[in-house]
């Protein structure tokens, strides 16, 4: 369940922004709370936007700025938001699992995005600390935000190469073609003075 979550955050990513991508994986135990704490100062923050990308579900639009602007679509007892825009989810159920997505939009006009991947694990399975304190990048969205300007670069590259061809193609057949009618203008001359001198020899 883990790696078909890792490999839909990289899916899910390519829709976003480079700029401004923070990817989370998170893993708690079935029951219990799981918490997700903004680091930002809240004096900068403008408004919060959480979904649960999985279901295409939008759960919460947080305005810091004017409360009654703040509307939480999320029905339930179980998921609460702060009023600086973290999110907590009690008893955590196999439903809640999945991806998550929190677009925090600045004064300035700056958007940042959290991708969150919530998984659960077993009493009898060892929990990595890392995972469950801590916001960590993945190697996949590390190696995602590498490949992609390199990608872009080459696409790029290939789409000068194909233009220049086809111009230098259209400019050889231009260059063929005067060629071609000059020729065949000098020839109809010679023949023309070859008659000519003819002509006149015989008078």
């Not at 295409?56 to 602007?69: E, G, H, Q, T």
């Not at 929190?102 to 694990?121: G, V």
């Not at 233009?163 to 260059?175: G, T």
Request: net charge positive; aromatic share 8%.
């Amino acid at each position: 369940m883990m790696k078909f979550h890792k490999y839909a955050i990289v899916i899910f990513s390519l829709f976003l922004p480079i700029e401004g991508v923070n990817v989370t994986e998170r893993s708690v135990q079935e029951g219990e709370t799981f918490i997700f704490h903004l680091t930002n100062e809240e004096s900068d923050i403008s408004s919060v936007e959480w979904k649960q990308m999985d279901r295409n579900k939008l759960l919460a639009l947080i305005s810091l700025d004017n409360a009654n602007k703040t509307f939480i679509f999320s029905k339930g007892n179980r998921v609460h938001f702060m009023q600086n825009g973290s999110i907590i989810i009690r008893d955590v159920k196999r439903e809640d699992t999945g991806n998550y997505t929190c677009k925090i939009i600045f004064k300035n006009n700056k958007i940042e995005t959290y991708i969150i991947s919530l998984s659960l694990y077993s009493e009898n399975t060892e929990q990595s600390p890392t995972r469950s304190s801590t916001a960590t990048k993945s190697d996949a969205q590390t190696l995602y935000i590498v490949l992609i300007p390199v990608i872009g670069g080459l696409l790029l590259l290939g789409s000068v190469i194909v233009i220049v061809v086809k111009c230098r193609r259209k400019h050889c057949n231009q260059d063929q073609h005067i060629y071609a009618n000059t020729s065949h203008k000098c020839k109809g001359n010679r023949k023309t003075r070859q008659k000519k001198a003819r002509s006149d020899q015989k008078q």
